[in-house]
């Protein structure tokens, strides 16, 4: 008979493409448990190790002949590093995986089919899985509130377990800049010091070891960081600094409201190019990933005309610097280089620019507000956030397809979704996370599981069994009425 706590295989998120059940193969974990894995997926292992420690209060030793195996297999047909075969059966458990990257996922799979307590007994049979879209992600603000890299690595491992593989870091705007640049000192001296983000309680930067690390640590985490810095707008801590960025050279106030749309760098200016490319250099060669987000959005105050001008300047630097740009879909109204990828983020049923990109072989990353932003208010009654953008409840970040957002933007264009994070009413990591989770795990599955695979209904009950696995992680999460909480 199986314990009252077991878990049936296919009750994971994000959901797997394929489950097979046999409930005459569950695996009661043994006492003299062991873990095989070949050398490239040591850390793996050992991650796996850990979990079944916990869970146990075994020993759960490396061993080449464990009972449970990590193994490598090129297979050839494999369309994803991450794709993954987890095997489980009554003498033993199998994963295979073409890469470590799906081993990983395979673990985070086994990790939700592990209890929170009570006997160990794994559910018998297959899992075979592989993601829907390469990019998975997720944004955090640190210049509106700055986050310390604790509270960021925190984030790192919560987000890791649902297979989000990419976290994009908001690190300049009008109330704060938050990254250390070699060369322009007063930049995080002066926009990342005291008095700085909303209502200047949000003081701090990453400097660039700081940076270094938190790139590495993710990257043990299969996250990618994503740095972005926002141009030609929102650049009002920039100027702050270095008043010679403005048109005037004249100094300008620091803002700590909430407004946008109000500063612009000077396109006409050989200085701006100056410093637009210093920091692209930096901030490209700290970070190995493929990526560079380079803003783009609410330049209300650069014209139609300065605003190409600017982006098809600026716009080819990622790439003389071995990254693909990524940018707020306006600037999808110039021609893009080969390689950059907008990022809808925008409520209209329509946006004739992405469709364009589209059409022409860019990929879209998709994160409407009305669906993804996580920093929206659940319902009226949410204490935390902001709805111009409407109310967005767990059902509603669930309940869409990005391969119907946009007219001209379908499967094929997308590289995947994004739920952006914005800190305007953000203070704490508890914070964070009561916005975030449950919401963002919605917009994992978006992202991993094939959309006939996908329906409200299976979620809300997956999602129900991990209130308690939230606790035990020691996570501030939302507890949504339209969850029934185990």
């Known amino acids: 008979m199986r314990p009252p706590t077991m878990r049936q295989l296919g009750d994971v998120i994000p959901r797997p493409v394929s489950v097979r059940s046999d409930p005459a193969a569950d695996f009661a974990v ?63 458990v199998t994963l295979r995986a073409p890469a470590v990257e799906g081993l990983f996922a395979g673990v985070q799979t086994l990790r939700q089919l592990l209890p929170v307590k009570g006997e160990v007994v794994l559910p018998g049979g297959r899992v075979e899985d592989e993601p829907r879209f ?53 930049l995080t001296e002066v926009s990342g010091g005291a008095g700085t983000g909303i209502d200047g309680a949000g003081p701090g930067f990453l400097t660039a070891q700081d940076y270094t690390d938190l790139v590495a640590y993710a990257a043990t985490r299969f996250v990618t960081i994503v740095p972005e810095i926002d ?63 380079i803003g783009g959005d609410e330049a209300l105050s650069t014209t139609a005309e300065d605003y190409r001008t600017f982006m098809t300047r600026v716009l080819p630097l990622p790439g003389k610097y071995d990254k693909r740009a990524i940018g707020w879909h306006e600037m999808a109204a110039v021609d893009l280089p080969e390689g950059a990828v907008p990022q809808y983020w925008r409520i209209e049923p329509t946006d004739d620019g992405v469709a364009r990109a589209a059409a022409a072989g860019h990929q879209v990353i998709m994160s409407p507000a009305d669906r993804s932003y ?27 397809d990005p391969a119907d957002r946009l007219p001209g933007v379908g499967e094929e264009s997308l590289l995947g979704v994004e739920a952006p994070l914005w800190s305007e009413t953000l203070r704490s990591r508890a914070d964070i996370e009561f916005m975030v989770f449950p919401r963002l795990l919605a917009i994992a599955e978006i992202g991993w599981t094939p959309q006939a695979a996908r329906d409200w ?5 997956r999602l129900a069994e991990f209130g308690p696995r939230f606790e035990a992680l020691g996570v501030t999460f939302h507890r949504s009425a339209e969850i029934d909480w185990r």
């Open 30 to 92: 043994p006492a003299d448990v062991s873990v095989s894995a070949a050398p490239a997926a040591a850390a793996i292992a050992d991650e796996l190790a850990d979990l079944l420690r916990r869970a146990t209060g075994y020993a759960v030793p490396r061993d080449p002949g464990g009972s449970i195996r990590l193994e490598l297999d090129d297979d050839a047909g494999a369309t994803s590093p991450e794709s993954y075969r987890l095997d489980i059966a009554a003498d033993g």
């Open 231 to 293: 141009l030609p707008g929102h650049v009002n801590a920039a100027q702050v600094a270095y008043p010679e960025l403005t048109c005037d050279g004249e100094p300008v106030q620091p803002r700590t409201d909430a407004e946008v749309g109000y500063s612009s760098l000077c396109v006409d200016r050989e200085e701006t190019y100056a410093f637009v490319e210093d920091v692209i250099r930096v901030v490209a060669a700290l970070t190995p990933g493929p990526y560079l987000h």
């Open 374 to 400: 996580l920093d929206m208010k659940y319902d009226d009654s949410s204490p935390l956030g902001l709805d111009w953008a409407g109310l967005v409840s767990v059902e509603r970040s669930y309940d869409w």
């Open 134 to 186: 390469a990019y998975r992600g997720t944004m955090l603000d640190l210049a509106r509130h700055f986050f310390a890299p604790a509270d960021i690595r925190s984030f790192i491992d919560t987000i890791a377990q649902f297979k989000i593989n990419h976290l994009h870091l908001h690190l300049t705007d009008d109330q704060g800049w938050r990254l250390e640049i070699d060369g322009w000192p007063r």
């Open 457 to 461: 209904s299976s979620f809300r009950e």
